[in-house]
């Protein structure tokens, strides 16, 4: 039985895992985050990596620490029907119904857009976003060769391109490094420290660490403390590629500000920049990274999302939940990008708290002996405060006032939970429960509560 891969190998896995958590969203937010952080750039983009390199880092460990065949099997260490539902709406999340639809329509707004007319853009919508969706359901259909495809040649590409684009900036910055604004002057590390949630590298980790094992596995590795060796090693390959890119696209968003000026989201930094450098061929070269960046991530999540239906309904084939699902994305990513975002925030902020507090409790299971009382009351907890969180989200962004029976709720949980306006009010609740009911479970002799 082998127990150990040559460094290569680690690097081609690494490599294929950064082209799947690498999406046009990576290019634009360290991009915002550099603009507005200006001279307050490192203690922000500190906070950034924490959560948008860190976070996916743990997922990947977690997976391969876990020792769970996937993810549903995972979450059902809080009860085999939570995880049936709470996988199946990651899935679906991060897959058809949002961030797939999404890289085709980022991947034309920022690629392919500025190269249309404005009477245009409509019909060159579907035509793009028909070949984009495509080639997704042929890279998918075969994903015994993602190693190959993804790894070996899409991915290269993306690095050399982006990399390419921050040397020049380091070479020859764009301008000088303005001012702080708006909450990074007086607290950049925490507002960076959240802005690496939009990300959402941290929910795909779930479901691409499941990826990376399986690709482990056919290397010959299976024991599980070998898994978990090769799941780090690969992970570190993947997040130092993802972190050194941050913190160049952070730069170069910080010293773009005194000849750009501010803009509201990181898109026309990195064109803007692209055209200062290159000109024309520096548009053209973004409109490949973007499109790439993109079209890589969408396969990743065809792949995920495929397989674990198929394992969840195998009397339907992978093709045709592949086909299904890509044909769907084409269908949504056509209402366009706004339409997409401004749906698919509230139910990734009702996810999130409950994807990070898996990880969490699954390191933590050896402390509390797997006792699935912890499990099920610290989830209980963060449920409660990650559907409130979601539903005043989707009414801040449709522009709404809060239901009746949420506003009591809201000012309840401003005023007791404390990193609340932060959005991390789940976090010390968490924590406080794990102990007390761990304390409590230990008590009880002869407990059989356990997994």
């Given at each position: 039985?082998?127990?150990?891969?040559?460094?290569?190998?680690?690097?081609?896995?690494?490599?294929?895992?950064?082209?799947?958590?690498?999406?046009?969203?990576?290019?634009?937010?360290?991009?915002?985050l550099g603009?507005?952080a200006?001279t307050?750039l490192?203690?922000?983009?500190?906070?950034?990596?924490?959560?948008?390199?860190?976070?996916?880092?743990?997922?990947?460990?977690?997976?391969g620490?876990?020792?769970?065949?996937?993810?549903?099997?995972?979450?059902?260490?809080?009860?085999?029907?939570?995880?049936?539902?709470?996988?199946?709406?990651?899935?679906?999340t991060?897959?058809?119904?949002?961030?797939?639809?999404?890289?085709?329509?980022?991947?034309?707004?920022?690629?392919?857009?500025?190269?249309v007319s404005?009477?245009?853009?409509?019909?060159?919508?579907?035509?793009?976003?028909?070949?984009?969706?495509?080639?997704?359901?042929?890279?998918?259909l075969?994903?015994?060769?993602i190693?190959?495809r993804?790894?070996?040649?899409?991915?290269?590409?993306?690095?050399?391109?982006?990399?390419?684009?921050l040397?020049?900036?380091?070479?020859?910055?764009?301008?000088?490094?303005?001012?702080?604004?708006?909450?990074?002057a007086?607290?950049?590390?925490?507002?960076?420290?959240?802005?690496?949630?939009?990300?959402m590298?941290?929910?795909?980790?779930l479901?691409?660490?499941?990826?990376?094992?399986?690709?482990?596995?056919?290397?010959?590795?299976?024991d599980?403390?070998?898994?978990?060796?090769?799941?780090?090693?690969?992970?570190?390959?993947?997040?130092?590629?993802?972190?050194?890119?941050?913190?160049?696209?952070?730069?170069?968003?910080?010293?773009?500000?005194?000849?750009?000026?501010?803009?509201?989201?990181?898109?026309?930094?990195?064109?803007?920049a692209?055209?200062?450098?290159?000109?024309?061929?520096?548009?053209?070269?973004?409109?490949?990274?973007?499109?790439?960046?993109?079209?890589?991530?969408?396969?990743?999540l065809?792949?995920?999302?495929?397989?674990?239906?198929?394992?969840?309904?195998?009397?339907?084939?992978?093709?045709?939940?592949?086909?299904?699902?890509?044909?769907?994305?084409?269908?949504?990513?056509?209402?366009?990008?706004?339409?997409?975002?401004i749906?698919?925030?509230?139910?990734?902020?009702?996810?999130?708290?409950?994807?990070?507090?898996?990880?969490?409790?699954?390191?933590?299971?050896?402390?509390?002996?797997?006792?699935r009382?912890?499990?099920?009351?610290?989830t209980?907890?963060?449920?409660?405060?990650?559907?409130?969180?979601?539903?005043?989200?989707?009414?801040?962004?449709?522009?709404?006032?809060?239901?009746?029976?949420?506003?009591?709720?809201?000012?309840l949980?401003?005023?007791?939970l404390?990193l609340?306006?932060?959005?991390?009010?789940w976090?010390?609740?968490?924590?406080?429960?794990?102990?007390?009911?761990?304390?409590?479970?230990r008590?009880?002799r002869?407990s059989?509560?356990?997994?």
């Amino acid at each position: 039985m082998q127990t150990k891969l040559p460094f290569s190998s680690y690097l081609v896995i690494g490599v294929m895992l950064f082209a799947l958590f690498f999406g046009a969203g990576n290019l634009i937010f360290p991009a915002q985050l550099g603009q507005y952080a200006g001279t307050n750039l490192w203690p922000a983009i500190i906070g950034f990596l924490i959560t948008g390199v860190g976070l996916p880092f743990l997922g990947i460990l977690a997976m391969g620490f876990s020792g769970s065949l996937n993810l549903q099997d995972l979450a059902s260490r809080i009860h085999p029907v939570y995880a049936i539902i709470f996988t199946s709406l990651l899935y679906l999340t991060i897959g058809p119904f949002f961030a797939a639809p999404r890289t085709g329509a980022v991947a034309f707004d920022v690629g392919i857009a500025p190269f249309v007319s404005q009477g245009f853009t409509q019909v060159a919508l579907i035509i793009f976003t028909l070949l984009f969706f495509g080639s997704t359901l042929w890279l998918s259909l075969n994903p015994a060769k993602i190693v190959d495809r993804v790894g070996k040649i899409l991915s290269p590409v993306i690095i050399v391109l982006l990399l390419v684009l921050l040397a020049m900036v380091v070479v020859k910055p764009i301008g000088a490094i303005q001012s702080p604004q708006d909450a990074y002057a007086s607290g950049a590390f925490m507002k960076g420290f959240t802005e690496g949630y939009n990300t959402m590298d941290a929910l795909a980790s779930l479901v691409f660490g499941i990826i990376v094992i399986n690709v482990i596995r056919s290397m010959g590795i299976t024991d599980k403390r070998g898994i978990l060796a090769a799941s780090a090693k690969s992970g570190a390959v993947a997040t130092a590629f993802l972190a050194v890119i941050y913190v160049g696209i952070a730069y170069l968003g910080a010293t773009s500000t005194q000849v750009f000026g501010l803009f509201e989201n990181g898109g026309p930094v990195l064109s803007s920049a692209s055209a200062y450098y290159f000109g024309t061929f520096g548009t053209v070269m973004l409109a490949i990274i973007i499109i790439l960046a993109c079209l890589t991530t969408s396969i990743g999540l065809m792949i995920a999302c495929g397989e674990y239906f198929h394992t969840l309904l195998p009397k339907v084939s992978y093709k045709l939940f592949v086909t299904i699902f890509t044909t769907f994305c084409f269908v949504v990513a056509n209402f366009g990008l706004s339409n997409i975002i401004i749906y698919s925030i509230p139910v990734l902020m009702f996810l999130y708290p409950l994807a990070v507090v898996l990880m969490l409790l699954t390191f933590l299971s050896p402390l509390f002996k797997h006792a699935r009382i912890v499990y099920v009351a610290a989830t209980a907890v963060t449920f409660m405060i990650s559907m409130i969180d979601g539903v005043k989200m989707l009414c801040e962004l449709l522009k709404i006032d809060y239901f009746i029976w949420l506003s009591p709720i809201v000012s309840l949980y401003e005023r007791m939970l404390p990193l609340y306006s932060e959005g991390l009010g789940w976090l010390l609740p968490v924590f406080v429960v794990i102990v007390e009911i761990s304390i409590l479970s230990r008590m009880q002799r002869g407990s059989k509560e356990y997994i």
